[in-house]
């Protein structure tokens, strides 16, 4: 027994030397690998398993769970626009609606997402996990928003482990998210391609690339297709946040199919779900607009929306109670109602502003297309664009139709003045002035109570009269500003709900854009502080006194025919501009009628025809064969008759106008080398070449002063005098020949004693003419070009000049320092036009335009010179000595440009620019954004 004691005690030692020497020995071998590991690194078995072990567990497992958090955050602050359909992700930047709201607080995450990214590349270059890391690489700058580096990341990535199928698979996913947060759609779809080709022969993973392509699907406008992914990737994800969202995406994509029943259906499964409460509550909208709308329960459905008002949970959700509220009053063309709710959701709207965006767009709308108020459908546009990101969609088209309201609603109060005007003239004299009276004191108060006086209380814009009935002339007793009770009622709920307000436009604003800024900072540089008062129909500034009516009354047949005339000029250019750049055809149809049945016989007649000939094309046969007789019967030899039998010739004319330019180029070149009997051969072979060229009293000029340099004066005056017959409505050459004709007959005696009219004189002989004034200032000299387009000898006249206007109209108001150019009054402004091309010769261009200043301004001192930047030429005119100068200047000649330059009309553009500013003009970039600038100031 002792003995077997012993050896299996000497046993236990004997094992348990054993296992210490083992225990010993695996500790040396640990502690090497950790020395190898820090050490430099090598292409081992045992190197390639530690980096493993280090790069899954340390690294991309930690990294994945930062991001995942990252994700999450992002999606439960992300603001969302439920007006529209919802973005698949929630990201930042592109979507954003406000940038404090969503980009997540913690971005310091990504950075250390991509610190250990990068780290892996750098010190674990033997592991399986490199590619995993440039994915985290891309997906965390693409979270950073930088979305051009993420893009080359994922590139590298899809190129460089293109053996990997799923690795490829994510790469090229996230690569055409990023493209498509860049907006480079069409790349985006080649490579998303690719995807949906490859996605087949991948396991699992499919649920993002699918959603992915579902989302450029929704770009494109591809509902259908994208419903089909989409319900694919609902079922494949397993993220539950993304399971519920793409469901309500699919519920509104049903519902632009209009198909309600599933749309009602997929709004149910998010209300039914673990949805947040916005998703939650935007479904139950959503339920009860289309329960109603399938059930025809309108009355239940206002009932619904109103008993959520009452739900304290909804409290921060009224706005889009009453926006939904409104819609449906809307649904049943009960536009007043809605009116009154879309109101009552711009009020209620404290946080979300894209619903309180959306509400005034509505009112714009209704008061645009329903009530045709365009005044007021211009300040609720005005709202709109104030209201709404930039980054919403749709936005650039409000922005445009707020700034053709200005347009439109220009022409409509010349309408309404002229109207008011007629009205008066059929009055009798007594009863007249009597009228224009309270006109005027009626004028007075609204102009001091609302800070302007927008249109004439007496004359509705949109109701045409014909014939004076008193209930017309006796309706101002219903004005407001001639109800002292109301007004007294109206000021104290104003004062009660909004406080003590001051009088400027868009007061309910607390926030600006930045044309509204700039037309305020005017008022305040115009009038010392005070509100600017409109411009009436007449385009002078619109004032309150009797004055403004009695001198404007069309007394006489030819004043009513002038007055009449300006209506129909408003009326048609208002048809037109809703045809050729709005697009509305049924507007613009309407107008064009109502010119047609207020003045049968008008002045425009051949284009109206026209435009209703191809309004009605697509749309009504009977009447676009109706109009098309009326062209070709009354007028066949019209542009647009010639333009309805051959679809092609204003192609033609196009072209045919480009040979004439370069022909009068060629004419020109002969005039400055004095070959005067050249010049006369090929104007009058050119002028029988194209009978109807817009060149053609320029060519007869050339040949008229070709014919005085080498004929005696009565040739010249025959040449002079067939131009004025030939061409009177010519704005160019007939002013300036109509000057020289003047200035012969007051000097006929000494022309008479010539052989030659006008012979080359030596500096010692009598000139033509007295030389005209010098301006006040020189243009400046730097960089100017010296050599200038010969003149012919012929000066202006001693008659009575065209004054330049001096009305005081500023440059534009100040902008932030930071901007390269001031919007500071200066002394000294220019005409400048600028031509993209410096390959061109543009002394014929010169020329024309000296033959429009001595024409329209002589003796106003205008002078004209070039110079060039890079690749472009500036022509500058001057010196005006104030903005509204050269406005004036400009607003004369550039209807005659294409007729004046002799270059293709896409090349050139023309702008106004102060002296200081002209001084920085310094190469074609700076040129380029002094014309961005011009454009964003001074023609807002």
């Not at 997929?266 to 059930?295: C, M, P």
């Not at 109670?321 to 007043?336: G, K, L, R």
Request: proline letters at 4%.
């Amino acid at each position: 027994m002792s003995y077997s004691v012993t050896f299996v005690l000497n046993q236990f030692y004997l094992l348990k030397n054993t296992a210490y020497s083992n225990i010993r020995l695996m500790s040396s071998l640990i502690g090497l690998c950790l020395l190898a590991a820090c050490g430099t690194p090598k292409d081992t078995a045992m190197s390639r398993g530690m980096q493993n072990l280090t790069a899954r567990y340390n690294y991309i497992y930690n990294s994945n769970l930062i991001l995942d958090n990252y994700e999450e955050q992002l999606y439960e602050t992300y603001k969302d626009n439920y007006n529209e359909i919802l973005p698949v992700y929630t990201v930042p930047e592109k979507f954003s609606f406000s940038t404090v709201a969503n980009v997540p607080v913690n971005e310091r995450d990504l950075d250390k997402i991509i610190t250990k990214a990068q780290a892996i590349i750098a010190d674990k270059s033997f592991s399986n996990y490199i590619d995993d890391a440039y994915i985290l690489l891309g997906r965390a700058q693409y979270y950073k928003t930088n979305y051009f580096v993420s893009e080359e990341y994922f590139d590298y990535t899809a190129k460089t482990y293109i053996a990997n199928p799923n690795i490829r698979l994510s790469a090229l996913n996230w690569k055409a998210r990023s493209l498509m947060q860049l907006d480079n759609l069409k790349d985006a779809a080649l490579i998303l391609d690719t995807v949906y080709r490859d996605l087949p022969d991948i396991k699992g993973h499919k649920a993002e690339p699918l959603a992915t392509i579902a989302q450029m699907y929704i770009y494109q406008g591809r509902y259908s297709d994208a419903i089909l992914l989409l319900n694919n990737a609902v079922k494949a994800t397993p993220l539950k946040r993304n399971r519920i969202r793409w469901t309500y995406i699919l519920a509104q994509l049903y519902e632009q199919q209009k198909d309600y029943k599933e749309a009602l259906a997929h709004y149910l499964r998010v209300q039914k779900s673990n949805a947040a409460f916005e998703l939650y509550f935007n479904a139950n909208l959503n339920r009860i607009r289309l329960t109603g709308l399938l059930n025809g329960e309108r009355i239940n459905r206002k009932k619904q929306l109103t008993a959520l008002l009452r739900d304290d949970k909804n409290l921060d959700y009224i706005d889009q109670i009453y926006y939904q509220i409104a819609e449906s009053y809307a649904d049943e063309s009960d536009f007043s109602g809605a009116e009154k709710y879309y109101k009552l959701s711009v009020r209620n709207s404290s946080k979300n502003s894209y619903q309180k965006g959306i509400s005034y767009l509505r009112l714009a709308d209704l008061n645009f297309k329903e009530f045709r108020n365009f005044l007021k459908a211009k300040d609720y546009y005005d709202s709109t664009v104030t209201t709404l990101p930039k980054n919403y969609p749709g936005y650039e088209q409000i922005l445009k139709k707020s700034d053709n309201l200005e347009y439109i609603s220009r022409r409509y109060e010349i309408i309404a003045f002229q109207d008011t005007l007629q009205l008066l003239a059929k009055l009798p004299e007594a009863e007249r002035l009597s009228r224009i009276k309270q006109i005027t004191q009626q004028a007075s108060k609204a102009a001091a109570d609302n800070g302007t006086f927008k249109e004439d209380p007496f004359a509705g814009a949109n109701q045409p009269a014909t014939a004076i009935g008193s209930t017309a002339l006796n309706s101002a007793s219903t004005f407001y500003f001639s109800n002292t009770a109301a007004m007294s009622r109206g000021s104290s709920d104003f004062t009660t709900r909004w406080g003590n307000r001051k009088l400027e436009d868009d007061w309910r604003q607390s926030l600006k854009s930045s044309s509204q800024a700039t037309t305020e900072s005017i008022a305040k540089v115009e009038n010392g502080g005070k509100p600017t008062v409109k411009m009436d129909g007449t385009g002078s500034a619109a004032d309150t006194s009797a004055g403004r009516y009695i001198s404007a009354i069309p007394l006489t047949a030819p004043q009513l025919a002038a007055s009449n005339q300006q209506i129909i000029d408003a009326y048609y250019e208002m048809a037109n501009f809703y045809q050729q750049e709005l697009g509305d055809q049924a507007e613009a149809l309407r107008i064009y009628q109502l010119i047609l049945s207020r003045f049968p016989e008008n002045n425009r007649l051949s284009s109206i025809y026209y435009s209703l000939y191809l309004g009605y094309k697509e749309t009504n046969a009977a009447l676009a064969s109706k109009y098309r007789k009326l062209v070709l019967d009354q007028f066949p030899a019209s542009v647009y008759a010639k333009t309805i039998l051959d679809p092609q010739y204003s192609v033609k004319q196009s072209e045919l106008e480009a040979k004439v330019l370069a022909v009068y180029n060629q004419v020109f070149d002969q005039y400055e080398r004095k070959a005067f009997p050249q010049v006369i051969t090929s104007a009058n072979a050119t002028i029988a070449q194209y009978p109807n060229s817009m060149v053609n009293p320029q060519l007869s000029y050339l040949k008229a002063i070709a014919i005085g340099r080498t004929q005696p004066i009565d040739s010249l005056v025959a040449a002079f005098t067939l131009i004025t017959t030939d061409y009177p409505l010519d704005k160019i050459i007939v002013p300036l020949v109509k000057n020289h004709l003047a200035y012969i007959a007051a000097h006929k005696d000494e022309f008479s004693k010539r052989k030659v009219a006008l012979p080359d004189f030596d500096t010692n002989e009598p000139r033509f003419f007295a030389s005209e004034p010098l301006p006040s200032q020189p243009l400046p000299q730097q960089a100017v070009q010296t050599a200038e387009a010969p003149k012919p000898e012929v000066k202006t006249a001693e008659v009575p000049v065209k004054e330049i206007p001096k009305e005081a109209v500023p440059p534009v108001p100040l902008v932030p320092a930071s901007q390269i150019f001031s919007t500071a009054v200066s002394t000294l402004y220019y005409f400048v036009i600028d031509v993209e091309d410096a390959s061109i010769r543009l002394s014929s261009s010169r020329f024309g335009i000296g033959q429009f200043n001595r024409g329209n301004y002589a003796g106003a001192g205008l002078r004209h010179q070039l110079t060039e930047f890079d690749n472009d030429q500036l022509i500058y005119v001057g010196n005006f000595s104030s903005f509204a100068e050269a406005k004036s200047y400009a607003d004369g000649i550039t209807p005659q440009l294409s007729q004046i330059m002799k270059v293709p009309a896409g090349i050139y553009s023309s702008f106004i620019i102060s002296k200081e500013n002209f001084e920085k003009l310094q190469s074609k970039d700076l040129v380029t954004k002094y014309l961005e600038f011009y454009k964003n100031t001074y023609q807002k």
